[in-house]
């Protein structure tokens, strides 16, 4: 088999997606490419969320077709790591910390138990959550839980990781950790990211898009309206 476009890991052609007859996205034509830092903003209800889970695939396009590849090769599925927005999560479902972190790695069946609990371990120290490793879910705060997820997003070390909305809930003491985090993934991972907060996003990413029901990408790094291009 001849494979095109080595560079290109994720392609959208002409994505189109509808709930109950209402236009969510309209005609999305998106290439994501081997090292990309795609920053994500728009209006609320734009369909920003949409557009991401179209990307991991857990929705459908209505029309129009979403594409995994590998060295420019057709495949089914990539190393993806997915932090959702933390109100996607039910926080009194009974799970403990450690096992939420631990479940970016139920794919991972060459690991062994020494090999999870030190990556969980490692997961744990990065983001600030040592101490609260044997707490229910919902006994942690809103920041304390988006750090968790965000451990779980980054314990498989993915060739992509897709954040919505990273810095919701996050406290100011943890906001400088949170952008160093992401700028050393961006060096080894190719990042999708939605933010509202794109003043330090932007200077980190190298494409830069609008969604608005439909896409636009913008060709200058230096805008700061959420739903225009400078």
């Known amino acids: 088999m001849v494979c095109d476009n080595k ?6 052609d002409n994505v189109n997606f509808f709930r109950e007859d209402k236009e969510i996205l309209k005609n999305v034509d998106l290439e994501v490419r081997n090292g990309d830092f795609i920053a994500v903003t728009g209006p609320n209800g734009g369909g920003k969320t949409t557009l991401l889970r179209l990307i991991l695939k857990l929705l ?3 029309t129009g077709s979403v594409q995994y590849f590998n060295e420019g090769c057709p ?5 993806i790591g997915y932090l959702p927005q933390k109100n996607m999560i039910d926080s009194h479902f009974p799970i403990l910390l450690d096992e939420v972190i631990g479940s970016g790695l139920l794919s991972r069946k060459d690991l062994s138990k020494k090999e999870v ?7 744990l120290e990065l983001v600030g959550l040592t101490s609260h490793r044997n707490h229910p879910i919902g006994q942690l705060s809103g920041g304390q839980l988006q750090r968790g ?8 070390s993915p060739d992509v990781l897709v954040l919505d909305e990273p810095l919701s809930y996050i406290d100011k003491h943890f906001e400088g950790r949170m952008y160093d985090i992401i ?3 961006a060096r080894r991972s190719t990042i999708i990211l939605v933010s509202h ?3 330090k996003i932007a200077s980190m990413a190298n494409r830069h898009i609008i969604i608005d029901h439909s896409l636009q990408e913008c060709h200058a790094a230096h805008h700061y309206v959420q739903s225009d291009c400078d």
Not at 117 to 123: C, I, L, N, P, Q
Not at 150 to 156: E, H, V
Request: net charge neutral.
């Open 7 to 12: 560079n290109t890991i994720i392609k959208l």
């Open 60 to 62: 459908k396009p209505v």
């Open 75 to 79: 495949v089914n599925r990539l190393s």
């Open 117 to 123: 609990s030190e990556r969980v371990d490692a997961m």
């Open 149 to 156: 997820l965000l451990g779980r997003a980054l314990i498989s």
């Open 183 to 185: 700028e050393n993934e």
């Open 197 to 199: 907060e794109m003043s």
